[in-house]
């Protein structure tokens, strides 16, 4: 379910980039400050609405073992919190590779809009190619997380996982 569920967050982050390269981008050269400033204020909202909408759970007490780390201050804690974050190599293989997999497309994402101008491509033509490759990427959205969920990681032991060893 969780593929399906990811599909479909997906296909509305798709859905928002379609409505700005179809519509507005055209128009991001002269009204810069305002599709800035209303991008930021629509984000505000949602977030302020998810903020007010959270509800807590029910936890348990904390162990006493976390009182005994407070005592002992902070290189205690943070000694605990290294251990338990940097001594589990699946975690950092995924980190690792979220970082190299940022790293290896923030200058498409910074600059291809610098290079299509660079190739005497208009905004808007830019803006129109990137929304039909939004379609194609939300036509392909849900049925890729279906595949997730019926041929799952899970089914096969990964060589990075601790409990397959």
């Known amino acids: 379910m ?3 569920f990811f599909g ?3 296909a509305v982050s798709l859905i928002d980039g ?7 981008i055209k128009h991001a050269d002269h009204y810069y400050d305002w599709i800035f400033l209303s991008i930021g204020l629509i984000f505000l909202f949602g977030f302020m609405i998810m903020c007010f909408m959270l509800k807590e759970g029910e936890y348990p007490p904390v162990p006493l073992v976390e009182e ?5 201050g902070f290189f205690s ?3 605990v919190y290294f251990r338990e974050c940097f001594t589990n190599s699946y975690y950092l ?10 790293a290896a497309f923030a200058p498409i994402n910074a600059f291809s809009l610098l290079y299509a101008k660079s190739l005497g491509m208009t905004t808007e033509a830019y803006g129109k190619w990137i929304f039909w490759t939004y379609v194609c990427s939300l036509a392909l959205a849900y049925p890729l997380g279906s ?10 032991d990964s060589p990075w996982d601790p409990s397959c060893r």
């Open 147 to 156: 595949l997730v969920d019926r041929f799952h990681a899970s089914a096969w």
């Open 2 to 4: 969780l593929g399906r």
């Open 8 to 10: 479909l967050f997906r």
């Open 68 to 72: 005994d780390l407070r005592r002992g």
């Open 18 to 24: 379609m409505i700005f390269n179809y519509w507005i």
């Open 93 to 102: 293989w995924v980190f690792a590779l979220l970082t190299i997999g940022g």
């Open 77 to 79: 804690m943070a000694k």
